[in-house]
């Protein structure tokens, strides 16, 4: 396996025999967990600063089904700070690097993991997504990254950062792997009460099923102006791929999908201000030192956290406190609560007529690095065909299919009706391209 560390994937690295296996149905998996996740005695930073010496002091529960199943934990890995960005360039810790060319980003803000399972550093990255986070960056590293249904998977150990919209989710370079995990990690858990009482199927199975007679939507909202015409050429032929293997193709509509991106930052910051707000140097996070320990409750609050949080997350605690704020409340927050029903209402529609969507994961191949750091309007932009699925609560995946003429992996994007990751499994491996990762494994 190779654990090389050039790409900065990697925050930890364990000595195999730190959280050996102890046999079961896992036994020959290899996880990578994104530093967001608790794993008991490691380190948990989030990708912050303000968390650098914060050691977890229990696990995960979809890091602990993985263990309890044999599974071999490898290392934690770099993140965008608290989980927020879509580069991976705002990890406290340095930017993760693209392993297909170097000069550019990962995605984010899982850009760890889904680096992680491109360069073959694991069988499976444990990720989260709540806006794209590993949608997106499995786009742009040529790797599977599923996003389940909100609830499928426990959160239980996952440091929140919006908690209605947050995931635990899959990355690897196999679909097969993808199942074998999700089918251990999910199920209902006691420890979080919106972990759904589902039944939790045997996903593999559903990796040999028969496609013909599926409709699959094609929503023309995610098919407009910017996406790069080879992103757009290669869905076509995921699209083709579909339709010889027996599905049938329907035009379908999702017609407040304009409203998306201002959605979710409207309500993922107005949660995040409220999560963000225990690690303040007191009760969670590094103190700012006090010169004869003269400084104040408040002081303290605020040297901590003014040290302690980059700018990306400072924006947007304060964007989140604005659109909560009285007399901004109604205008923002209560708005955009809205806007998400009638969002979700738009693929209860679709679904309707159809069994699974059919979209890019990205408008783009991965940027470069440096390329939209100060320009977080257009770094948002980048998530305008990932967030719907967080906001319906819908589960959705990103599947390479081709290669740009840079030689950078293209991702599609399948969604599915809330609890229905098997059509996305059957799906899924119809329209799968296999990577050529021996170009960047030996690295
Ligand atoms: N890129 C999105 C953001 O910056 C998504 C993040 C995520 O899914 N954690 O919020």
Known sequence: ??????????????????????????????????????????????????????????????????????????????????????SNENSAYGPVKNPWDETRVPGGSS????????????????????????????????????????????????????????????????????????????????????????????????LVRDVSGLAIGIPHEYFGDGIESEVRKAVEEAKIKLQNAGCTIVDVSLPHSKYCVAVYYILTTAEASSNLARFDGIRYGRRAKSERGTATLEETYRRSRTEGLGREVKRRIMLGTYVLSAGYYDAYYSRAQKVRWLIAEDFDHAFERCDALLTPTTPTTAFKLGEKVSDP???????????????????????????????????????????????????????????????????
């Open 111 to 206: 850009g760890g993991s889904a680096v992680a399972a491109a360069i073959g550093a694991c069988d499976v990255a444990l990720g989260t997504d709540t806006g794209g986070s590993i949608r997106q960056p499995a786009a742009f590293c040529g790797v599977i990254g599923l996003k389940p249904t909100y609830g499928r998977i426990s959160r239980y150990g996952l440091t929140a950062f919006a908690s209605s919209f947050d995931t635990v989710g899959i990355f690897s370079r196999s679909l097969e792997n993808t199942a074998r995990a999700l089918e251990v990690m999910a199920g209902f858990d006691e420890m979080d009460s919106t972990s759904a009482r589902v039944p939790v199927p045997k996903y593999s199975d559903a």
């Open 1 to 86: 396996m190779n654990q090389n560390n050039n790409f900065n994937a990697f925050l930890d690295i364990f000595e195999a025999d730190r959280y050996p296996s102890n046999g079961g149905a896992l036994t020959d998996m290899t996880i990578a967990v994104k530093d967001v996740l608790a794993l008991k005695g490691a380190r948990l930073t989030c990708g912050s600063k303000i968390l650098e010496n914060f050691e977890s002091l229990y696990t995960a529960t979809s890091v602990q089904r993985l263990m309890n199943a044999g599974a071999r934990m490898v290392g934690k890995t770099n993140m965008d700070e608290f989980a927020m960005g879509s």
């Open 377 to 443: 309007l257009a770094m948002y932009l980048n998530d305008i065909f990932t967030v719907s699925a967080n906001i319906a609560g819908v589960p959705a995946i990103s599947i390479p299919v081709g290669l740009d003429s840079r030689g950078l992996p293209i991702g599609a994007q399948l969604i599915t009706r809330s609890f229905d990751e098997e059509t996305l499994f059957a799906l899924s491996k119809e329209i799968l391209v296999t990577m050529p990762y021996g170009r960047i494994g030996q690295c």
